[in-house]
């Protein structure tokens, strides 16, 4: 009995046209080179890596040609520096939410992450030693706004009912920062190769989502239910 070829779909075709194996792009400069779309092999993953590590190593001379040209890793050193300037402005920020709070284990659960905080700090310094970089921090106008609105916040609304609402309120800003930043620079290890960095990447993200996890667990079960009995008295 003969066989007939499966004539493909039309959706089929079309997510093939959508999707092609390799891509053009043209640089700055005018270059055009071709970009594949595929996952690299393992042994290709390797190269990528030692590759990557010898450029991270020529960094100063990198930024001294002052080309226009720029790689995922320039933008991998980017928000290397960028997160360990904000690590450190959050730990130096922490005391103050923590001598705020009221609820027990809202001051417990900040106490323990700024602990982790210190933890992320020396991670993210091991992470520059593993890239050859100078341990250095770059001003984050991101974090700095976010810790800024924070100190405003706990101005308002520290010595109210709504106080421990308001520390959560803040910390989940910056814990969600945090998470998108790392999420990201998690994705940029794995394309680059960069096989212990993503593992120490992934430790602090797995933190930061526990204690964003926390937070909110500790507002949705007491601390809003607190600060609403203002309200509550206030309607009667």
Same mark, same amino acid.
């Given at each position: 009995?003969?066989?007939?070829? %499966? !004539?493909? $779909?039309? /959706? ?10 390799? =891509?053009?792009? *043209?640089? @700055? &400069?005018? %270059? !055009?080179? $071709?970009? /594949? ?10 190269? =990528?890596?030692? *590759?990557? @590590? &010898? ?182």
């Amino acid at each position: 009995m003969a066989t007939s070829e %499966k !004539t493909p $779909t039309k /959706s089929s075709t079309a997510n093939e046209e959508k999707k092609p194996a390799s =891509r053009t792009k *043209t640089t @700055k &400069s005018g %270059k !055009t080179r $071709t970009v /594949s779309r595929a996952k690299p092999a393992a042994e290709q993953r390797q190269q =990528r890596a030692q *590759t990557v @590590k &010898s450029k991270a190593q020529k960094a100063p001379a990198r930024k001294a040609a002052a080309t226009e040209e720029k790689g995922l890793l320039d933008l991998f050193e980017h928000a290397l520096r960028d997160m360990y300037y904000a690590e450190r402005k959050i730990y130096r920020s922490l005391p103050k939410m923590i001598k705020a709070a009221d609820d027990a284990a809202l001051t417990e659960a900040l106490s323990n992450h700024r602990d982790e905080t210190q933890g992320h700090i020396e991670t993210l310094e091991e992470v520059f030693e593993l890239m050859h970089l100078r341990v250095k921090g770059e001003k984050c106008d991101a974090i700095d706004g976010i810790l800024e609105e924070a100190d405003g916040i706990l101005e308002d609304f520290g010595d109210t009912l709504a106080g421990d609402a308001a520390i959560i309120f803040s910390a989940r800003a910056v814990e969600h920062y945090e998470i998108c930043r790392y999420h990201a620079m998690i994705g940029f290890a794995d394309a680059l190769g960069l096989d212990e960095v993503h593992a120490k990447l992934q430790s602090i993200y797995d933190q930061e989502t526990a204690s964003d996890t926390l937070l909110t667990s500790l507002a949705e079960d007491s601390v809003n239910e607190a600060a609403s009995e203002y309200d509550e008295g206030d309607s009667q």
